[in-house]
Every structure is written in C-alpha cells, then in structure tokens.
C-alpha cells in the first residue's frame, strides 16, 4: 500500500491535474454516478481500491466528483468543535434531535436521530446550513429556525419541541470544524 504525506499527496494531485485528461478506469458510457472518478484518481497515485469508508491515502480520504454534478459528497464523519462540549451527544442529538424512524420497532421508543445533509448553499427543511467562514477558518454548522419549513408538520412538530428543550435560538456553542482539522 502506497502511503502519502499531506505534502506529497497534494504535490501528486497537481501533477495528476496539470497532466491533462485522463481516461476512466471504468466503462462510464450509461453510469455517471459510478465512482469512476474516484477510482482513476486512486489508480494514477497507485493506490489500491477500496469502497471502505476509511482514509485510503494514510490519513487522507481522497475525494472526486465529475464537474457540474449534484451528487453529494459526505466530507467526513467527524465531531465537530469545541470537542470538549461534546456536541453531538450532548448537544445536537437530545436538544435539536427528532424520534428515530425506528423507535419503539427496532430500538427503545425514546430513541433520537439527528442526521443533517447540509449545504453552504441553502438551510434544510430544518433549518440548518454550514457556513464556510474563510476569515476565521472554520466550517460553522449553523441554525436558523426561520428558516425551517413549518409548511411540514414533522417539521412544525419538531420545531415545536426544540422550542420546548432549548428554545428557537443559535446553537449554543457553535459547532464548526476548523480548517487545519479538515
């Protein structure tokens, strides 16, 4: 297995990228959403693939995606800061959560989720949007309860009990992943 350093894996990227055009290692004729992307990218810097959600250069999770697509890419799945506040467990889950899809069948009826597809383009239903804040170097995780869709009644619903645990304001303290930490 090929490890890479930060430094050496972007100096490979470039070269990758100032080469040109690069032919897919996949047949990509009637299938877009493939990962063929992804998977020449691996193949040019000898990296062996493997689908795993796992970093696959050292520390690094290589990411690809064909220009004007609107697929979504997961970023990562990481706790956001200040860690010490714990924020997704103490936090976002019991005060900003919803019950579970699966409550009371598959786990105990008080079960939570809260699970977020989140743009720096729009808020969701929700009412949550990141906010890439280039001065202070961080990606904010933000909430905005005017902006969540109260023409939904889960939604209203929702919005009705986090008003109840802790009230319509900012999240307090604010998430966000600080750029040296991505």
């Known amino acids: 297995m090929k490890l890479y350093t930060k ?37 040019l810097l000898g990296i062996e693939e493997n689908n795993l959600p796992i970093p696959n250069a050292r520390e690094w999770e290589l990411k690809g995606q064909r220009k004007h697509s609107a697929s979504l890419i997961t970023l990562k799945h990481i706790e956001p800061s200040p860690t010490a506040a714990k924020i997704v467990s103490t936090i976002l889950l019991p005060l900003y ?47 905005d309860s005017t902006k969540a869709d109260r023409t939904k009644p889960d939604i209203s619903e929702w919005l009705s009990s986090v008003d109840k645990r802790i009230g319509l304001e900012p999240i307090n303290p604010e998430p966000y992943w600080g750029f040296d930490g991505i």
């Not at 047949?27 to 877009?32: M, S």
């Not at 105990?108 to 989720?113: D, H």
């Open 7 to 43: 430094d050496d894996l972007v100096i490979q990227i470039l070269g990758i990228c100032n080469a040109g055009w690069h032919r897919s290692v996949k047949n990509t004729i009637d299938a877009r959403n493939d990962g063929a992307v992804g998977n020449t990218l691996e193949r």
């Open 97 to 143: 959560g919803w019950p579970h899809a699966h409550a009371g069948t598959r786990y105990p009826k008080k079960e939570m989720s809260f699970r977020s597809t989140t743009s720096a383009t729009a808020f969701t239903s929700r009412g949550f949007k990141i906010v890439v804040d280039r001065v202070a170097q961080k990606i904010r995780f933000i909430f």
